[in-house]
């Protein structure tokens, strides 16, 4: 098969901005960047408005490891990130995901114990499950043999409200350094609802800065084919 010299377009682009989540991250990415290029073809009287550039936002956001632990965030600001998870695309629209919006310190302290990562202080910690009796199975999948979209959907969900939260100002960084199985027990989650991730929520603190590898980008040449 021959391959094309790749013409870098909008979607690729904001691919490139994506975190290290997985695929269904890029995708996401690529979805809004591409619903954002839409929406300027509009005409002026449907009155559609854009806050920011979608890649600006993907640009200006990095994972955040100095939270202020004083200042709270404000529950309508949370209440908007956790719209954006409802409103999320997810397999055959099977909306496994499971949310649990950890904000006392019992809870903050018991997901803390079940995790060998910080969560760098946040005031607010969100554990993103996903519920093995609504994902979606490919059942014709021959690589990965009973492939289920868990993983995925909550990657997706993931990724819509860490970009729902900086456009409100508000950072965030995605953990997976944990032990699913603990955070089930602390927790007392049934045997069918499986830690995916946590997203820690908050303000930044005057020590705040990215980390100097969030600069470090791979060239579009590097991570794209076209076939």
Same mark, same amino acid.
């Given at each position: 098969?021959?391959?094309?010299?790749?013409?870098?377009?909008?979607?690729?682009?904001?691919? &490139?901005?994506?975190?290290?989540?997985?695929?269904?991250?890029?995708?996401?990415?690529?979805?809004?960047?591409?619903?954002?290029?839409?929406?300027?073809?509009?005409?002026?009287?449907? /009155?559609?408005?854009?806050?920011?550039?979608?890649?600006? %936002?993907?640009?200006?956001? =990095?994972?955040?490891?100095?939270?202020?632990?004083?200042?709270?965030?404000?529950?309508?600001?949370?209440? &908007?990130?956790?719209? @954006?998870?409802?409103?999320?695309?997810?397999? @055959?629209?099977? /909306?496994?995901?499971? %949310?649990?919006?950890?904000?006392?310190?019992?809870?903050? /302290?018991?997901?803390?114990?079940?995790?060998?990562?910080?969560? =760098?202080? @946040?005031?607010?910690?969100?554990?993103?499950?996903?519920?093995?009796?609504?994902?979606? $199975?490919? +059942? $014709?999948?021959? %690589?990965?043999?009973?492939?289920?979209?868990?993983? +995925?959907?909550?990657?997706?969900?993931?990724?819509?409200?860490?970009?729902?939260?900086?456009?409100?100002?508000? *950072?965030?960084?995605?953990? &997976? !350094?944990?032990?699913? !199985?603990? %955070?089930?027990?602390?927790?007392?989650?049934? @045997?069918?609802?499986?830690?995916?991730?946590?997203?820690?929520?908050? =303000?930044?603190?005057?020590?705040?800065?990215?980390?100097?590898? *969030?600069?470090?980008?791979?060239?579009?040449?590097?991570?794209?084919?076209?076939?």
């Amino acid at each position: 098969m021959t391959k094309k010299n790749y013409s870098p377009v909008m979607s690729a682009k904001a691919a &490139r901005r994506c975190g290290l989540f997985g695929i269904s991250l890029l995708a996401v990415v690529m979805m809004s960047a591409c619903n954002s290029k839409s929406d300027e073809s509009q005409s002026d009287n449907q /009155q559609i408005t854009t806050k920011m550039d979608f890649l600006e %936002l993907t640009r200006q956001r =990095y994972s955040e490891r100095f939270f202020d632990s004083t200042k709270m965030v404000e529950q309508e600001k949370i209440d &908007r990130i956790l719209e @954006a998870a409802r409103l999320s695309p997810t397999a @055959a629209n099977k /909306q496994p995901q499971r %949310l649990y919006v950890l904000k006392s310190k019992e809870a903050l /302290q018991k997901a803390q114990s079940a995790s060998f990562s910080s969560l =760098y202080g @946040a005031p607010v910690v969100i554990l993103l499950c996903y519920d093995l009796d609504s994902v979606w $199975h490919n +059942q $014709h999948e021959t %690589l990965l043999p009973d492939y289920n979209s868990g993983e +995925q959907d909550c990657g997706i969900v993931a990724t819509q409200m860490m970009y729902a939260a900086e456009e409100q100002g508000v *950072h965030t960084i995605w953990i &997976r !350094g944990f032990d699913a !199985g603990a %955070l089930q027990r602390v927790f007392e989650l049934p @045997a069918n609802m499986i830690p995916a991730m946590m997203l820690s929520i908050g =303000y930044p603190s005057a020590n705040s800065a990215p980390s100097p590898k *969030h600069f470090e980008r791979k060239a579009l040449e590097e991570i794209v084919t076209e076939l």
